[in-house]
């Protein structure tokens, strides 16, 4: 038996008062409410309940629904222009880049190892002034300064990661099938009902607290399927103040995706 697709998506121009708004209109089976995201990548997505919904008659519960908002809509995508300008201005990782780790900016400094060392290595280090990154690169090795820094921080980001299930998972009554970190461009964490958590390395440059709550929000979904009341009270019980955590994760989302 062939299951209906979880949802269906297809491209559409709702004609507003500030012109022309490309976005892309969803059907989706899991859908509850209509509903309208943005993403940096792919821009305005509305969702409407039930795939089996003609095009046209999501289109006019769509659209109405995009003109109330469009204000919002139009703000959120201007903001998202300018961020997206600012980190094509800072170019590609280099000496003297500003990378976060914990949630800190850190300086990238580059030195160059000794001719016997195969392997590049990453210290922490800096001062009173300012957190530095010190990127030793070994002359054997091929990999590009962005490859070294990337691998120490999924390194970090799988400890830390480790060590936040550790503290939760216990309290909340579950246990992890498995653990997967990873990047992902679509969603900061994820969790199976066959108990499969997965969670984005980039979390690790975030401050800890921010990836406290993406860990706890997988787990908490582990017990409850759903954003429900039941859920984020779930959630609260372990991150109390997690809406400051996930503000901060929506507002510097751009930046964490465009790195390192």
């Known amino acids: 038996m062939v299951r209906p697709p979880a949802f269906v998506e297809s491209p559409a121009v709702a004609r507003l008062a500030g012109g022309d708004l490309p976005y ?13 995201t943005i993403d940096r990548r792919r821009g305005v997505i509305a969702t409407v309940p039930g795939t089996r919904t003609g095009e046209g008659p999501a289109r ?33 990782l280099g000496d003297g880049s500003l990378l976060r780790y914990l949630g800190v ?31 030793t690169l070994a002359p054997r090795d091929r990999r590009p300064l962005a490859a070294v820094v990337e691998a120490w921080l999924r390194v970090r ?22 653990v997967v970190v990873r990047d992902t461009r679509s969603r ?25 709550t993406v860990v706890v929000h997988e787990l908490c979904h582990l017990r409850v399927f759903g954003h429900g009341p039941r859920f984020w009270g779930l959630v609260a019980t372990r ?8 503000r901060w994760l929506r507002v510097h989302a751009a930046e964490l995706h465009a790195a390192p």
């Open 188 to 212: 900061w964490g994820s969790a199976s009902r066959a108990g499969r958590v997965m969670l984005a390395w980039r979390l690790v440059m975030a401050p800890p607290a921010v990836l406290e």
């Open 24 to 36: 892309t209109l969803r059907r989706s089976a899991r859908a509850r409410r209509l509903r309208v």
């Open 157 to 178: 980001a799988r400890d830390a990661v480790e060590a936040a299930i550790a503290r939760h998972a216990g309290p909340l009554g579950v246990v992890p099938a498995a």
């Open 105 to 135: 900016p850190h300086r990238i400094r580059v030195v160059a190892g000794s001719p016997a060392r195969r392997r590049s290595h990453v210290d922490r280090a800096g001062d009173a002034s300012e957190d530095v990154l010190l990127v």
């Open 60 to 92: 006019s519960l769509v659209e109405p629904f995009l003109a109330e908002r469009e204000a919002w809509i139009r703000g959120h995508l201007t903001r998202q222009a300018v961020e997206a300008a600012r980190l094509a201005a800072a170019g590609d």
């Open 239 to 246: 991150v109390p103040d997690h809406p400051t955590h996930r």
